[in-house]
């Protein structure tokens, strides 16, 4: 019998559903714990708490060897980290037990999924951008790289499809293989300029990253690739971060000073959002998300030098407004209410202005918003809720320690630990 090929949108709705059915079968494993370990609200057992950090970590169930190494390495406690050095064993192994690789393939996969496109769809397939974020967590890279760093993860197979910059079939083909991205010797550290056909000059993190430059490069003024940046790596909007007594002088001539024919309407609300935004955004002049007729065939093109025109476009919308001749760009959320609200890392004043995207990139990273973030969305993930005041004391620890050195995988594994606790 001829088995009939599938097409590419077929192929991307059935992995959506094997992913989605991984995620379902995680909160069963996750329920059925609950369910069968018949434990009341006292303090979890050394076993119970090995196989209750393991399933947070991963969504699936720890083998009989896994299991019993955690217990043993809790029951040593080894001076008070003994629950932690467990987490890490339920992501990496050790010596004694293999991972599954869950925690990579599933957990952290679905956790940066949301980031790499405008709908916040978890189910998005495997991308350079998802792939950056797992690798930087396995690797236990400074995280902040990932705003600015000239970092790329690929496939080691051969007979993978090679990396494009106009598709993302290295990635699908990537992600249905199964491969175990936990494993070095399976998905490689390498660096976007030796890959991407662009001026260096022009790569910067994510930023730079194919999934990113289609979702947030392509058409529009580029404002959105800074709106979902602080969005997503912030935990704020630019609703949130709105100052009208800030600086107006870098607005664009895009934006009307009298919409519907009011002032009042820009002095109390326009400006107060691009008074911020549009200054920063100047980072991204030079990139564009260029396509034809398929927005999917598109790819990232950079042009130093050469002003993109999305950001000189009605210009009789306020003549007077900024035009934008380069890529410097300047941070007015350094005054005004953002201070507080934003925390600027203090000797981090050298990057208050820049040119491109990279040194944007590290301005954003040097706040505690930034640290606040990564740590608020790993907790949802990890202990499966919003954390409540109750845990505020913990999360203000963790990160904490997560600006002392940015490694992203300490902090899984201690919330999961401290989930455990809390339970």
Sequence with gaps: MKIPRMKNKQLSELLGNITALHLAARVLVIVSFFCVSNFSSAALNDREKAKFIHDRLTGVLPSAVMLTEMEDIISLNNGGSGAFDAALVAIDGNNNVD???????????????????????????????????????????????????????????????????????????????????????????????????????????????????????????????????????LCNDMEQLKDTSLPADRIRQDVSRSPGGDSRIYLTSCVGCHSGMDPLTQAFAYHQWEYFDDKDSGRLTYTPGIVQDKFLINETNFKNGFVTTDDSWTNHWRQGENVEKLGWISGSEIYTQGTGAKSMGEELANTKAFAYCQVTKAFKSVCLREPSESDRSTVDAIAVNFMSAYNMKNVFAELAVNCADGF
Aim: proline share 3%; hydrophobic share 40%; no cysteine.
């Design 99 to 233: 991972a599954s690789g869950a925690f990579y393939n599933v957990t952290v996969k679905n956790w940066a999924s949301p980031w790499t496109n405008e709908e916040d769809d978890i189910f998005a397939p495997l991308n350079d951008y998802s792939a950056l974020v797992i690798g930087l967590v396995r690797d236990e890279e400074d995280f902040s790289l990932l705003l600015s760093g000239d970092i790329l993860y690929l496939g080691a197979d051969s007979s993978l499809p090679s990396y494009a910059m106009n598709n993302n079939n290295h990635y699908q083909q990537l992600e249905s293989s199964g491969a175990n991205l936990g494993d070095s010797s399976v998905f490689v550290k390498t660096t976007q300029s030796s890959q991407l056909d662009i001026d260096p000059r022009g790569i910067a993190g994510f930023f730079s990253t194919r999934a990113a430059a289609k979702a947030f490069f392509s058409d529009g003024t580029n404002r959105a690739m800074l709106r979902f940046t602080v969005r997503n790596h």
